[in-house]
């Protein structure tokens, strides 16, 4: 059985290491961020405050949903595979709705909270 | 402490086997290979085991010895035992023949499937070629060259245990060696056999087949290897 490739798996792998570090960055920035934010309380109005209309926090969270929508599923296809019996294209098909449901909740999250702003 | 027994239970069987009691007198620089041996010749010549040379170069008499994949030949006994007891079971993720035999056909199935043999252009009517020692590609090979096939770092790896079609840390770090060879000319094959999550990008390198080779192998630097080379030949568009 061939189903992917050794190109295809390859460039699945390289993906997952260049999405690790995309995101070493947006998960230090995210968490210094909550950190620095939650000091004075944890508010809807104080997010939307800062998030809302924002373009550079909206091209910031589009980068980071689209890092774990690639990230987390090549993840999720190596722990399946090795820790059950699925067949491949089972697990392909899985982590491949994995990234899609990573990625329509994270954008619409992203564009929700932008257009909440500067009205 | 040394007492002048020891108990060793032994894997009796195949797969549906079950321990084996024996005892065992104890002796000076007794091997866990002598051991077994005084048990075949003296107490129970039903007993399988295999072994050749006894001197750690024939790589044959690997076996589980306490959980953790040994060579026998040249494992003291007063290494291992447990309080004057050891337990001997065949070696892991290979199919037992019987008692300490396993089949070892996979594993060397799977050096053929790495292209692990060396493939040349050369005829002997051609110059010698000439690879300096300094080469640093002559050291990577070197580095990885003296494994003995024991099948020890592929007993340990946990990899293989999970997916049964991964190549292993005995024939990956063949296929390093091989790369690293001037002479070999079959550097695209082979990385197109290792590449992907079955070869070189299935090994998590936690290093267990380091840890437990007895010749101090470090097959997962030899993978890491693979990784680099096979990456850069993904990138440039000459794997399938
Ligand atoms: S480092 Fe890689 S090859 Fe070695 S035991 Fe771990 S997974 Fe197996
Ligand atoms: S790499 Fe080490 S443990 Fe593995 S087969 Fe070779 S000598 Fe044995
Ligand atoms: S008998 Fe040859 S290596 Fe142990």
Redesign the pocket.
């Known amino acids: 059985m061939s189903l992917p490739s050794a190109r295809t798996e390859s460039f699945l792998w390289l993906a997952q290491r260049i999405s690790a570090m995309v995101l070493a960055v947006c998960v230090t920035v995210h968490i210094a961020t909550m950190i620095i934010a939650v000091q004075g309380g944890l508010s809807a109005a104080e997010i939307i405050s800062r998030v809302g209309g924002s373009r550079l926090w909206l091209g910031f969270y589009l980068v980071f949903v689209t890092a774990v929508a690639i990230h987390a599923p090549i993840g999720l296809k190596s722990v399946l595979r090795e820790m059950t019996a699925l067949p491949m294209r089972r697990i392909e098909l899985l982590v491949g709705l994995f990234a899609i449901v990573i990625a329509a909740l994270g954008l619409r999250a992203a564009f929700g909270l932008y257009g909440l702003g500067g009205q | 402490m040394q007492t002048d027994q020891i108990s060793v239970s032994i894997w009796r069987g195949g797969e549906d086997g079950k321990y084996q009691t024996y005892r065992v007198p104890r002796l000076e620089s007794q091997t866990v290979l002598d051991v077994v041996t005084y048990i075949q010749r003296e107490l129970d010549p039903s007993l399988s085991y295999r072994f050749a040379c006894r001197v750690g170069v024939c ?1 044959s008499c690997a076996m589980t010895v306490n959980g953790k994949a040994r060579w026998t030949c040249r494992t003291h006994v007063s290494r291992v035992a447990d309080g004057g007891a050891i337990t001997l079971a065949p070696l892991r993720n290979l199919p037992v023949v019987k008692d300490l035999v396993v089949d070892m056909a996979v594993f060397f199935d799977k050096w053929e499937k790495a292209l692990g043999s060396f493939v040349g252009d050369q005829t002997r009517d051609q110059a010698l070629a000439a690879v300096s020692p300094a080469d640093p590609r002559r050291r990577e090979a070197s580095a990885g060259i ?9 007993a340990t790896c946990d990899v293989v245990d999970w997916n049964k079609d991964y190549l292993g ?2 024939a990956m ?1 063949r296929a390093w060696t091989l790369i690293n060879d001037a002479r070999d000319v079959a550097r695209l094959p082979r990385l197109q056999a290792i590449a992907g999550d079955n070869g070189c990008l299935g090994c998590h390198s936690q290093q267990g ?1 380091v840890e ?4 101090s ?1 470090n ?1 997962t630097v030899a993978i890491a290897g693979l990784k680099r080379e096979s990456m850069k030949a993904a990138l440039k568009g000459e794997l399938s």
Do not use: S, T
């Open positions: 790589g003296e494994c003995i096939g024991c099948g020890i770092c592929y840390p005995a770090n087949c437990r080779c007895p010749k192998l097959p």
